[in-house]
């Protein structure tokens, strides 16, 4: 069993800052990657930021230089930076883990349970 567990939304005035974490525990031999992804009322789910397991990041546009993501390898964990929140940033943020379980030798994708995060003045 894997469990993805994320935190940190709320609800936030333009330009305010949020820090979302998520973490995965159970049973994993190896993660891969680990990413964030939002989606808007009516809208499709998009990636926000994504990190591998060498370190390597990638952004949607519309963040770049705004946000920044992290991960504690440690602790299988990933964090979200959001600074310079802006209205059209609100959305059920949602983390996606991309990780091999025990005993296993195959990739599986697994997703938190998502996150509201509201910009509004």
């Known amino acids: 069993q894997v469990q993805v567990v994320e935190s940190g939304g709320g609800l936030v005035r333009p330009g305010g800052s949020l820090r979302l974490s998520c973490a995965a525990s159970?049973?994993?031999?190896?993660?891969?990657?680990m990413g964030w992804y939002r989606q808007a009322p009516g809208e499709q789910r998009e990636l926000v930021a994504r990190?591998?397991?060498?370190?390597?990041?990638n952004y949607v546009d519309s963040v770049k230089g705004r946000f920044t993501i992290g991960r504690d390898n440690a602790k299988n964990t990933v964090y979200l930076q959001m600074n310079g929140l802006k209205p059209e940033d609100t959305a059920i943020y949602y983390c996606k883990v991309v990780l091999t379980p025990t005993n296993a030798d195959y990739a599986v994708d697994y997703w938190g349970q998502g996150t509201q995060v509201t910009v509004s003045s």
């Open positions: 159970g049973s994993i031999y190896s993660i891969w990657a």
């Open positions: 990190v591998t397991s060498g370190g390597d990041t």
